[in-house]
Each structure stands twice: as C-alpha cells, then as structure tokens.
C-alpha cells in the first residue's frame, strides 16, 4: 500500500509539474499565486498545505474546477451551492473533497446543498 501510495505521490507531483502546478488564490486586488497542494479545516480555520508547511488561507482560493473557498470552510460550486467543511476535511486545489483517515486521504462525494 505504501508503493501505490508513493507511485500516486509521485505521478501527481509529475502532473502538477507539466501542469503549471500554480493555483491562483483570489483576493480583493486580483489574484496571488499559490503553491498550496490541498486546503483543510484544522482547529476551526482554513489552513493550505503546501511546500511540506501549514500557512493561514488569507483569502478566498478558486480551485481549478471553479469551486471556492473560503477562509471559514465553506465551499461553493459555480451554481451557488455550498458545503460546509468538518475537521480534517480537506478540498484539492482540483477540486476533490478528501478526509485524512487511518493515515491516509480517502475521497469523499460532495454533497452540497
């Protein structure tokens, strides 16, 4: 299981490279660039993980899906429909909603309302 999980590390690393890798974070002046892998709902805010270190999400992020987030947890698809996130809850910058468990991500299904 640790091999796949390294072959899936490393393949996503090699697509996130030919891709451009860079997220766009939104903010109120236009957009910042960011190199966050995954957003998650730590300790009741927003945080981004990215370059092996945790940093506050200091403004709303749209996800390469059209999703945003915002620094409160909640999530908006492009129809206005939300989610709220729960701990340990976290969102890829492609979009996938995902929980850490037993050691690992594990997808989930959103479910917005």
């Given amino acids: 299981m640790k091999f796949l999980n390294r072959i899936l590390a490393a ?6 490279c030919l891709t451009g890798g860079l997220a766009a974070q939104t903010t ?3 957009n ?3 190199s966050a892998d995954y957003v998650e709902m730590r ?3 927003m945080m981004m993980y ?3 270190k945790w940093s506050d999400m200091e403004s709303p992020m749209t996800l390469r899906n059209g999703y ?4 409160d947890g909640v999530v908006m698809n492009k129809d206005g429909k939300k989610i709220k996130l729960m701990p340990g809850q976290r969102v890829s910058l492609d979009g ?3 929980i850490f468990k037993d050691g690992q991500s594990v997808d989930q299904e959103w479910n917005l309302r």
């Fill in 28 to 30: 109120g002046s236009g």
């Fill in 68 to 71: 945003t987030v915002t620094g």
């Fill in 50 to 52: 990215g370059d092996n």
């Fill in 96 to 98: 996938k909603l995902m």
């Fill in 43 to 45: 300790d009741g805010k």
């Fill in 11 to 16: 393949s996503s690393l090699a697509l996130l």
């Fill in 32 to 34: 910042q660039s960011t």
